[in-house]
């Protein structure tokens, strides 16, 4: 029995310290081929390599699994070697990354045929997942910011996929800016986590934090660059105009993009936060612009007439949620958001032309609005009384237990009518059936996570109320008054997104025109986007 648990303990790591590689390996011949034969047959080698990635990654959730049980598979002295990390974070992840890379790969091979960009797509696609799997399994610092800084890379040519898209390329250089503007904050953030720990490993550096007070000036300033850091990949306020730009490439390039590469910030968080002392400036800044995030980005969304903008709308909205539950602390909620906001984005934009047709069928009419009031609190009152008597689920706080309830209250305001009683109150158990979900996904995903401090500091909690509060008035405002002049009005503002991306824009065009030749054409593109 020994002995097969260090064989499955080694294959395993083996395949994990030799998938990036061999990912890179494959990208690069491939981008010299120009046989679509042999072209065929790597995309075939590259999802034969993202499966084998799953499996590795299943078969080291169960030595984790064993590990937690008393049964020593040496796993962790095996990995250490390697320069791994295989926790249970990094196999939620690798786990994650795997199954996107097949589906992403396999619908990209048919969707992409006869199409000049594919010769390309694949070896950068390979990149990026290649990248993102080194992020994830690497236990050192300096490793994961050079993986941070490939993935944006890669990322930049799939956005550039159709060069002669002027529209595309001047989205590409607006995210390429904003991406190195990430990239030195992280940097910052390496190098403050060094100078107060002294070490680039993780094992060392948790090491170090156990045995910690924290004092000092060094981690609230790497705690500030690390938000900034994640602000900038998630596309945050008012860093996000990109996001919505990037819209002329291929729709595996659009996948990819919101299903994986975006909520890295988000994992970046999960993975540093035990190195920082409880709620810092970090915090307090992830849950501000974060949660600020969420509220204009909602409201935009039911703005768009596209597809694809509201999809990437929706996109900015969840990153802000994630952001401000890792800023008040709810770190395992904020890891079962990344998962499952993977999971639907990538089906919403694979399957977005059925979602356009959906959207053609003439929608049921709602309940009368009186009716659907008292069946949302009714729901929302239930779902309070079960968080009370077990206020353990959200881990006793508050801003969480509020949010449940509202997921529980919103969807029952959809409720369309003539349902008899019968129907009613089985939406309202589907409704409630949330709660003991989130029970069963709190379960599953938390011991993937360190312990962390439950208690809220004032300013965090005060700041996620206030986002709480007018998300819930702003919504209600336009539930129970759509067709106000006052909402008419604001309607028009935010389908622009209340214009928070205009400043940042026109600095960075402004700063690409002054330090790299532009095109005559493009700069024809850029001057006419400032002047409207």
Request: glycine fraction near 10%; charged fraction near 10%; aromatic fraction near 6%.
């Amino acid at each position: 029995m020994t002995n097969l648990l260090e064989t499955a303990t080694h294959v395993s790591l083996a395949i994990w310290l030799a998938l990036p590689v061999a990912l890179l390996i494959l990208a690069g011949v491939s981008i010299r081929l120009s046989d679509p034969g042999r072209q065929q047959r790597f995309w075939r080698i590259g999802q034969t390599l993202m499966l084998g990635s799953f499996l590795a990654s299943a078969l080291i959730g169960g030595l984790l699994v064993a590990d937690s049980a008393g049964v020593n598979t040496g796993l962790p002295e095996a990995a250490t070697p390697l320069g791994l990390y295989p926790d249970g974070l990094a196999v939620w992840m690798a786990l994650l990354i795997s199954f996107l890379g097949v589906v992403l790969l396999r619908f990209a091979n048919v969707y992409l045929q006869g199409d000049p960009g594919r010769a390309r797509f694949l070896p950068w696609c390979l990149v990026v997942l290649a990248s993102v799997l080194l992020l994830v399994f690497t236990h050192h610092l300096l490793v994961m910011l050079v993986a941070w800084v490939g993935v944006s890379l890669a990322l930049h040519h799939l956005l550039i996929l159709y060069p002669q898209r002027l529209e595309a390329r001047r989205a590409a250089w607006q995210k390429f800016a904003v991406s190195r503007l990430g990239d030195l904050a992280l940097l910052v953030a390496v190098g403050l986590l060094y100078h107060h720990y002294g070490s680039f490993e993780l094992p060392m550096l948790l090491a170090a934090a156990a045995a910690s007070t924290g004092e000092g000036w060094a981690l609230p300033a790497a705690s500030i660059a690390l938000s900034l850091a994640a602000l900038c990949k998630c596309a945050q306020l008012p860093l996000h105009g990109w996001l919505m730009k990037v819209m002329e490439a291929p729709t595996p390039v659009s996948a990819l993009l919101h299903a994986g590469v975006i909520n890295l910030g988000g994992y970046l968080w999960l993975r540093l936060y035990p190195l920082f002392d409880g709620i810092t400036p970090g915090h307090l800044m992830l849950v501000a612009i974060g949660g600020t995030t969420a509220v204009v980005a909602v409201l935009t969304m039911l703005t768009q007439a596209s597809v694809k903008h509201a999809l990437a709308w929706s996109t900015c909205a969840q990153m802000g949620f994630m952001l401000m539950e890792i800023g008040l602390g709810a770190y395992t909620l904020a890891l079962i958001h990344l998962l499952a906001h993977s999971l639907y984005k990538a089906h919403s934009f694979l399957a977005c032309g059925r979602t356009v047709r959906a959207a053609s069928v003439s929608r049921l009419t709602p309940a009368p609005l009186r009716e659907r009031l008292t069946m949302a609190g009714l729901g929302t009152g239930t779902a309070g009384a079960v968080l009370m008597a077990w206020p353990g689920l959200v881990s006793h706080n508050p801003i969480l237990g509020a949010l449940l309830m509202l997921a529980v209250g919103g969807s029952l305001l959809g409720m369309p009518v003539g349902l008899g009683r019968d129907r009613r109150l089985a939406l309202v158990a589907m409704a409630l059936a949330l709660v003991p979900l989130y029970a069963l996904l709190h379960a599953l995903v938390s011991p993937a996570l360190p312990r962390a401090s439950d208690a809220l500091t004032l300013g965090t909690g005060l700041l996620g109320s206030a986002v709480l509060v007018t998300l819930v008035s702003l919504a209600l405002i336009v539930v129970l008054k759509p067709q106000h002049s006052t909402v008419a009005y604001w309607r028009i503002h935010f389908r622009q997104g209340l214009y928070a991306h205009r400043p940042l824009e026109r600095l960075i065009e402004r700063l690409m025109r002054h330090h790299h030749p532009i095109p005559a054409p493009l700069n024809r593109v850029l001057v006419k986007g400032e002047g409207s």
